[in-house]
């Protein structure tokens, strides 16, 4: 893959981004914040946050009281799924932000997971499937742990163990996550399970027994889910840029590259097949939608991070070493 | 004026301008309005998915019946456009005629 055109593709759709500010600004007024927390997650990855600290203020002046934020920034109700992307975002952003009103908004954030996990480890979102709406708290204090945070730390760690119990203990047979509600084909599940929840306990010292075969299983069904073409979930933009993704950061975490470095290459280069002339929309063919516009340009920037000398670039990009 | 737009019933396509798998993307006005078949019969629901704006054109078919959107699982009925989610559907009435497709908006 030509690194310098990808460079190149990484600039231009951010300029498009930055465009297209109004869409996704807080600052502007009320927002998607499922969109918002995609926009944030593009300004770290591409070194730019620094230039919209202000959006990071405002996402911590529309938190609510019990910690959580709702999907969109004028509604009342906090929601676990958007809750846990916003709080990431925070808690990552405030690395380089360094600002008193964002830790103390991660903290109210750790507090809100901690009141709202079931009994049995879950975590539920009605727009949600409750392995997808687990994995996101799990992520989130993958990175609170990674990260030193201290706020109640041995409850985080113990919230923590249960989340990664439940999404073990339903590991199908042939390796992937199914959810009959709302992922039959069990990719973008497998894909977000094996990325954003389990694979980080590799990094933290391998605390939780079976996340390495888990994470190899999971990675090996995706694998063999492509698609000919490069793509996966019958040409989903979506799944194909969270299946690269998931198996960037896995691969290199487990060793794994020699096996899914021609998959991952052949999945970017569909998905640079079917942009638009600016950003990307969910199928081939359809209008670009920021969102999609945001996955792309992270897929992006963590393949440049995979192809570069440092083999722990890409991990960093998740936030799961400092 | 036709008897058919008199009657509220719009004319959208013809079937054999459905695709392999009985399915178009059809536009009243600024309505975007997917046609799926499912059943041997054809349906009449909102072009994007009420959650984060998933094609439903693109969608699973599922006893019901029923569209599962493709990007995040959303089950809608084709009849009634109510969901186990916190959204419901737009779903249109359908007549086929002589080949002709037309929903009532």
Same mark, same amino acid.
């Given at each position: 893959m030509d690194? =310098?055109?990808?460079?190149?593709?990484?600039?231009g759709?951010?300029?498009?981004?930055?465009q297209?500010?109004?869409?996704?600004?807080?600052?502007? %007024?009320? *927002?998607d914040?499922?969109?918002v927390?995609?926009?944030?997650r593009?300004?770290?990855?591409?070194?730019?946050?620094?230039?919209?600290r202000?959006?990071?203020?405002?996402?911590?002046?529309?938190?609510?009281a019990? %910690?959580?934020w709702?999907?969109r920034?004028?509604?009342?109700?906090?929601t676990?799924?958007?809750?846990?992307?916003?709080?990431? /975002?925070q808690?990552?952003g405030n690395?380089i932000?360094?600002?008193?009103?964002?830790?103390?908004?991660?903290? @109210?954030a750790?507090d809100?997971?901690?009141?709202?996990? *079931?009994d049995?480890?879950?975590?539920v979102?009605?727009?949600?499937?409750d392995?997808?709406?687990t994995?996101?708290?799990v992520?989130?204090? !993958?990175?609170?742990?990674?990260?030193?945070? @201290?706020?109640?730390?041995?409850?985080?760690?113990r919230?923590?163990?249960?989340?990664l119990?439940f999404?073990l203990?339903r *590991?199908t047979?042939?390796?992937?996550w199914?959810?009959?509600?709302?992922?039959p084909?069990?990719?973008e599940?497998?894909?977000?399970l094996i990325?954003?929840a389990?694979? =980080?306990d590799?990094?933290?010292?391998?605390?939780?027994?079976?996340i390495?075969?888990?994470?190899?299983?999971g990675?090996?069904c995706?694998?063999?889910? *492509?698609a000919?073409?490069g793509s996966?979930d019958?040409e !989903?933009?979506?799944?194909? /840029?969270?299946?690269?993704?998931?198996?960037m950061?896995v691969?290199?975490?487990?060793g794994?590259?020699a =096996?899914?470095?021609?998959?991952?290459?052949r999945?970017?280069?569909?998905?640079? @097949?079917h942009? !638009?002339?600016? %950003?990307?929309g969910?199928f081939?063919?359809m209008e670009? !939608?920021?969102?999609?516009?945001?996955d792309?340009?992270?897929?992006?920037?963590?393949y440049r991070?995979?192809?570069?000398?440092?083999?722990?670039a890409?991990? @960093?990009?998740?936030?799961?070493?400092p | 004026?036709s008897?058919?737009?008199e009657a509220?019933?719009?004319?959208?396509?013809?079937?054999?301008?459905?695709?392999?798998r &009985?399915r178009a993307v059809?536009?009243v006005?600024?309505?975007?309005?997917?046609?799926?078949?499912a059943e041997?019969r054809?349906?009449?629901?909102?072009?994007?998915? +009420?959650?984060?704006g998933?094609p439903?054109?693109? &969608?699973f078919?599922?006893?019901g019946?029923a569209?599962?959107? +493709?990007?995040?699982?959303w089950r809608?009925?084709?009849?009634?456009?109510?969901?186990?989610? +916190?959204a419901r559907?737009?779903?249109?009435p359908?007549?086929?005629?002589g080949g002709?497709?037309?929903?009532?908006l």
């Open positions: 690194v =310098a055109s990808i460079d190149e593709t990484i600039a759709e951010f300029r498009f981004l930055v297209e500010r109004a869409g996704w600004s807080l600052v502007a %007024g009320p *927002q914040l499922e969109l927390a995609h926009a944030l593009v300004l770290l990855h591409t070194g730019a946050l620094g230039d919209f202000d959006e990071y203020r405002a996402l911590a002046a529309c938190q609510h019990d %910690g959580g709702a999907p920034s004028d509604e009342p109700a906090s676990v799924w958007v809750s846990a992307f916003c709080a990431l /975002m808690l990552r690395r932000l360094g600002e008193p009103v964002l830790a103390a908004s991660v903290g @109210r750790i809100y997971f901690l009141d709202t996990q *079931q049995d480890g879950r975590w979102d009605p727009r949600w499937a392995l997808d709406t994995s996101h708290p992520s989130f204090f !993958n990175v609170v742990l990674a990260l030193g945070e @201290r706020h109640r730390r041995a409850d985080v760690e919230a923590w163990r249960r989340g119990r999404i203990d *590991q047979p042939e390796g992937g199914h959810d009959a509600g709302f992922h084909s069990g990719v599940i497998t894909a977000h990325q954003d389990l694979v =980080a590799l990094v933290l010292g391998e605390r939780v027994p079976g390495r075969d888990a994470c190899r299983r990675l090996a995706l694998r063999g889910w *492509q000919a073409d996966w019958e !989903n933009v979506d799944h194909t /840029m969270d299946s690269v993704r998931s198996s950061v691969s290199r975490i487990l794994d590259d =096996a899914t470095t021609a998959p991952i290459e999945g970017l280069a569909w998905i640079l @097949r942009k !638009n002339a600016h %950003g990307w969910d081939p063919g670009t !939608n920021l969102e999609r516009t945001c792309g340009i992270d897929t992006l920037c963590k991070a995979f192809a570069a000398a440092d083999p722990r890409v991990v @960093r990009l998740w936030g799961y070493v | 004026m008897p058919e737009t509220g019933w719009v004319p959208v396509a013809r079937l054999e301008e459905l695709d392999a &009985g059809v536009r006005g600024a309505t975007e309005i997917a046609l799926v078949t041997g054809v349906f009449a629901i909102q072009g994007r998915c +009420p959650h984060r998933g439903l054109v693109r &969608g078919v599922e006893a019946p569209i599962r959107c +493709p990007m995040h699982g809608f009925d084709l009849e009634t456009g109510a969901s186990d989610r +916190p559907a737009t779903v249109y359908v007549r086929v005629e002709q497709i037309s929903i009532r």
